[in-house]
């Protein structure tokens, strides 16, 4: 005969998955919540760099080529402006070439945005007007920050007065031409100036 405090083959089981529920519950809490592999939220703000379109139908865009269509329409002349796409793009992201010059114009030195008026694509590939009239040619948009800021040293050269565009197409061969456009004073990026 079995004593009294030794339980039943029943309860015993009962007890036992009772255990292994719990067991499994605090192990399953130490996996999710604190094993070394945290999941972070990531917040990304998209900003726009350039713009298509003017006035009410202006439509900004982020430096990837997003178009941020739910957002207000960015104030007139306060971003350089891409052409506007024979077709919507796709998913709301430009392709191709207006992607190239969204990347180009997203890589732009702080201090030469307000100098930047507009992006196209010509013969050498992206190709960017400033605000005085130069142009700035890129080719394609890779190594996009390297090739303003080489531009922007060739444009802070003081022995340059005056000059019609900037090739950065290759970083290992700038070259320079013409003298119809002046560059802007010192100090006149920051000031929205830009020789415009």
Known sequence: MKPSWVPSGLASRKVLVRVLIV?????????????????????RIAYATAVIGAGE?????????????????????????????????????????????A?????????????????????????????SGIEIRFGEAV?????????AAVLADPSITALDYVNVTSLSRLSTGGSGHSLPAAGEGSSGGCGS
Do not use: H
């Open 23 to 43: 067991l499994a519950l605090l192990a399953a809490i130490k996996i999710f919540f604190f094993s070394g592999d945290e999941v972070a939220p990531t917040v």
């Open 57 to 101: 139908e202006a439509v900004g865009v982020t430096p990837d080529g997003e178009l941020l269509a739910a957002a207000p329409a960015p104030k007139e002349g306060t971003l350089p402006s891409l052409p506007t796409p024979q077709k919507p793009p796709p998913n709301g992201r430009l392709t191709g070439t207006l992607r190239e010059q």
């Open 103 to 131: 990347v180009v114009l997203g890589a732009a030195p702080e201090a030469l945005r307000p100098c930047t008026a507009r992006s196209f694509y010509g013969e050498s590939g992206v190709d960017v007007e400033l605000r």
């Open 143 to 151: 190594q996009a920050r390297r090739k303003w800021r080489a531009a």
